[in-house]
């Protein structure tokens, strides 16, 4: 069916908004990446391995490659466990649940950081009872998990959750009137079904999740070789006028975000209808 003349923008409107366009992510997203390379690369390529190659910058890739093995996995478990309660059961407080989902996309992390120290600083709610028991989480690695995990956890839930709720329960309930287990069941049917969308989730989880910086930068201490991930590398290295190799560390994260971006474009041109279904066409 072809459009309605009348409501044709003009030809010379198209090409200013996409001009428009063009000019702004290029000013905005290409142009300060191009610079992140450039000047990372500015004192040559033996001082940019040198600053990749530097004691505490090494412990800060460690840490960040750590944190995201802790919490990608744990955020596909609640992921899945919360988009299949969400599509497969009618409870009271089902909007409650979907809004608490929701909450780290509106809180600030900066907010979301001072909440777990306000928990589990030494002076918070649980901080004496973890003091008798010698445990620590703020400023070691349990906190920079948890608020890694707490910032991260949307992602792969509100990838399935649209997806699982389109598919519905007809295949499930026939493999279940076959005979089917509950683990057979989730193997066999559900997994396959939602492998896209988990996929695509986990991936944007991943990125998020080694480059955040609000939340783990509360929680963390600012311990050198201890407590810093890569973006508190950066900001270290920044203030101490260390500019190239500030900019070699960030370096490592715009290769990260490049990636994800170029896994991204794969798997909506390769699974586009399953993605769409999940909402994100």
Known sequence: MSADPAL???????????ALVVVAMGLLVALPLAVVIVESLAQGWQAYVAAIAEAETLAAIRLTLLVAAITVPLNAVFGIAAAWALTRYEFRGKRLLLALIDLPFAISPVVAGLVFVLLFGAQGW?????????LQVIFALPG??????????????????????????DEEEAAASLGAGGWTLFWRVTVPNIRWALLYGVLLCNARAMGEFGAVSVVSGHIRGLTNTLPLQVEILHNEFSFAAAFAVASLLTVLALLTLVLKAWLEARHGDALARSGRH
């Open 8 to 18: 044709a923008e003009p030809a010379w409107l198209r090409r200013l908004l996409i």
């Open 126 to 134: 649980f901080g004496p009872w973890l003091a008798e028991r010698d």
């Open 144 to 169: 920079i998990v948890l608020a890694t995990v707490f910032i991260t956890f949307p992602f792969v839930a509100r990838e399935l959750i649209p997806l699982m709720a389109a598919q519905g329960r």
